[in-house]
């Protein structure tokens, strides 16, 4: 019973750390802009995504990705014995993700100094390279298999193509208007 419910405190916390993930990049993006307004708008702006960063950031992303890793480490304990491999792949990506989440927190760091260290442009790429580990760690902890598991890289592959692909022409929209 303990491990039914330790499993779903475990998606509800990937759940608000990924959320967190997606919005922190987007008010980085805002707040990147927010440096090419005029005074006053810029102040009021840069001082308002400071503080809707800060709050995102310290009170629900960090304690999220805390606790999303205290409930997988109990999970890594249950299969310790007889790890599949599809759960060897699915923990690199996990520590990739950390990785990004850790190099979030750079940018948050230098946002919160008043450096800017991307362009809005950069961001808004940088935002989704959390939708290419979300995508591969629920296949990978939902198919299970090998097979499944080259078929879901493959189509990674192809999703990140698009993706990129995407971006530049929403890119060339916005430079139109």
């Not at 759960?87 to 100094?113: A, D, N, S």
Request: proline share 2%.
């Amino acid at each position: 019973m303990a491990y039914q419910y330790i499993k779903a405190l475990h998606i509800i916390f990937i759940v608000t750390w990924f959320a967190g993930l997606f919005y922190i990049v987007r008010l980085f993006v805002y707040h990147t802009e927010a440096y090419q307004k005029r005074e006053p708008e810029r102040a009021i702006l840069v001082k308002q995504y400071k503080l809707m960063s800060r709050r995102l950031w310290l009170g629900i992303t960090w304690p999220s990705a805390i606790l999303t890793l205290c409930f997988g480490f109990y999970f890594i304990h249950v299969y310790a014995s007889a790890m599949p491999d599809w759960l060897w792949v699915k923990l690199v990506f996990v520590v990739g993700l950390y990785g990004y989440h850790f190099y979030c927190h750079r940018i948050f760091r230098k946002l919160q100094q008043d450096v800017v260290i991307f362009t809005a442009q950069q961001l808004r790429v940088w935002n989704e390279v959390a939708t290419i580990f979300l995508i591969s760690i629920v296949f990978l902890a939902v198919l299970k298999n090998t097979l499944s598991m080259v078929w879901g890289l493959i189509g990674l592959v192809i999703f990140t193509l698009i993706l990129l692909i995407s971006i530049r022409i929403y890119k060339r929209i916005r430079k139109r208007k």
